[in-house]
């Protein structure tokens, strides 16, 4: 990647806590590829460092025990099922400055109480936080569309707070 390294690949799949430094041979680890901690079965804890820009389509699904997460600050892109069905995730703080919020980032995390929508996000795509357990989210004034199923089987779900630009709900 250009300006910095990408992590790709992960050696050892049952790894439990996993810390990505940010440098690699004096340059910054800018992003996590697609499907690298795919299918972790015991990753509990990632530290992710804020060089980090973009963590890519399923880097993280299906990590049934993921609980510790921290995104970096630099972070812009999420991508699509990045985290889905890291069922005991509960909270996520998406920072300031995301600007893509992937189809069905969250989808299937079952034990997710707590989420936040950044004002740097315009759209909220399709499936985002569906089949979780969110009690209360606030959209920002900068969302003006909302995907289909966006909060499907949010059975928990019970207070919105629509910002004023909405323009469509999928």
Request: proline share 6%; with cysteine.
């Amino acid at each position: 990647e250009e300006g910095g390294y990408e992590v790709v690949r992960i050696k050892d799949k049952n790894v439990e806590s996993v810390t990505i430094p940010d440098k690699f041979m004096g340059k910054p680890i800018i992003g996590i590829a697609s499907r690298v901690f795919e299918d972790c079965p015991n990753l509990v804890s990632v530290q992710i460092p804020n060089s980090v820009r973009y963590i890519d389509d399923m880097a993280f699904d299906n990590c049934p025990n993921l609980i510790d997460l921290v995104l970096p600050s630099e972070l812009t892109h999420i991508g699509h099922r990045a985290f889905a069905r890291c069922v005991k995730l509960a909270t996520i703080e998406i920072p300031n400055g995301v600007t893509f919020l992937g189809d069905g980032a969250f989808e299937e995390c079952y034990d997710l109480t707590n989420a936040n929508i950044p004002d740097s996000l315009t759209a909220i795509g399709p499936s985002v936080f569906r089949n979780t357990s969110i009690t209360s989210i606030v959209i920002p004034n900068s969302v003006t569309s909302i995907g289909a199923w966006a909060f499907r089987d949010c059975t928990s779900l019970i207070h919105v707070s629509f910002g004023e630009r909405i323009k469509t709900i999928g």
